[in-house]
């Protein structure tokens, strides 16, 4: 019996033409710039989100610590939400190798930053104080389910940092999530900020990868920072031939993904004792169950071949490429079971 794996769309495989994409890849030395097929994805991407330039990294986490890098200077602070991705899975890397403070302020339930906080936490000018150096969003937003920022939201966080001159970037691990939830082109979220980044190895299902997006300068400046982490690749073409198909084939299908993950929380939310927490805007679902530790349902789950994560005090389920609609039927079929039996 198949494994249905509901932990995250990290876990999606590549699908046969990617990886026949990648065995055809043409390749050369990218850190002399030669990678046809590196050169390719980079003005891709450059061009999906809108901006000049763009710059393959190994991940996300990569991305972003290379993107906070090339727009401060060290005894920065980034402010950022106190929910971000940044601040609680990236191994306090801004801290660490970067030298950077990151000033939190709280994200609401919709993953937007509280905006007088931010004016609160944005530093003036006083030799006491650090200097601010940038601000952070996230979109969609991980831990507040998968949640979207329009261009409201959005539009508001580019007027407040102009006020106070300080560049932006934006955490798009899913930003192509976020696009299809609001039906507008990435590039529309994208404006917003200065730089932005996407993973290619989430809901996309390429092996490996993300791409930084920005200006020319800031990219040039980044390319050297990706170096400084140990990320300059050489025939990255072999990753970079999967972004490129990617971009071409998979970016449509995430639909697929969104319209599963509504049935998926539709299903668990008639079933006893289930709460979403919250509905689900995009692939990510949320949920609480009571009477149940949450550890001990994960495991039983496991027992029937269902895996998600208990993630303090909720359960995540993550729908991908991986998992079709019949899988999602089957999963909510074994949860109903377990959940009927009791605990
Ligand atoms: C997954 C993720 C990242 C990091 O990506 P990795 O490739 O796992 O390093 C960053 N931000 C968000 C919002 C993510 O979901």
């Keep these: 019996m198949k494994i249905i794996d509901l932990r995250s769309d990290t876990v999606t495989l590549p699908p046969p033409e990617m990886r026949k994409a990648i065995a055809e890849a043409e390749l050369g030395d990218d850190v002399f710039g030669d ?18 330039a763009a710059l393959l990294t190994i991940s996300g986490t990569q991305s ?7 727009h401060c200077q060290r005894g920065n602070e980034v402010v950022l939400g106190d929910k971000s991705h940044i601040v609680h899975y990236e191994v306090g890397g801004a801290f660490a190798l970067g030298g950077l403070g990151l000033r939190t302020v709280p994200n609401d339930e919709q993953g937007r930053l509280e905006l007088t906080e931010v004016r609160r936490a944005i530093r003036g000018r ?10 952070c969003i996230e979109n969609t937003h991980n831990l507040c389910g998968g949640s979207v920022l329009d261009e409201d939201d959005l539009a508001a966080v580019r007027a407040l940092a102009d006020e106070h001159d300080l560049p932006v970037h934006l955490d798009g691990a899913r930003l192509f999530n976020a696009a299809l939830a609001m039906r507008v082109p990435a590039s529309q979220l994208a404006q917003y900020a200065d730089s932005v980044a996407f993973s290619l190895c989430k809901g ?20 050297r920072y990706r170096k400084m982490l140990g990320g300059g690749m050489r025939q990255a073409g072999i990753i970079a031939a999967a972004g490129v198909y990617a971009l071409e084939n998979m970016v449509g299908r995430l639909a697929d993904d969104h319209e599963n993950a509504s049935a998926l929380a539709e299903e668990l939310a008639s079933l006893p004792g289930i709460e979403l927490a919250p509905p689900p805007q995009s692939n990510l679902v949320y949920f609480t169950v009571e009477g149940w530790s949450l550890g001990e349902l994960v495991r039983r789950l496991e027992e029937r071949r269902v895996l998600c994560l208990d993630e303090g ?14 899988d999602v039927e089957q999963a909510v079929a074994i ?9």
């Design 313 to 326: 005090g909720r359960i995540r389920m993550v729908t991908h490429y991986g998992v079709g609609g019949g």
């Design 64 to 70: 972003n610590l290379t993107a906070m890098l090339s």
């Design 126 to 135: 006083d030799v006491h104080y650090p200097a601010t150096g940038l601000i």
């Design 204 to 223: 996309l299902a390429c092996p490996v990868g993300s791409v930084l997006c920005g200006s020319e300068e800031f990219i040039g400046e980044a390319r």
């Design 35 to 52: 990678d046809p097929t590196v050169n390719r994805l980079e003005a891709m991407a450059a061009e999906v989100m809108g901006k000049e």
């Design 335 to 343: 949860v109903r079971s377990l959940v009927a039996a009791g605990a």
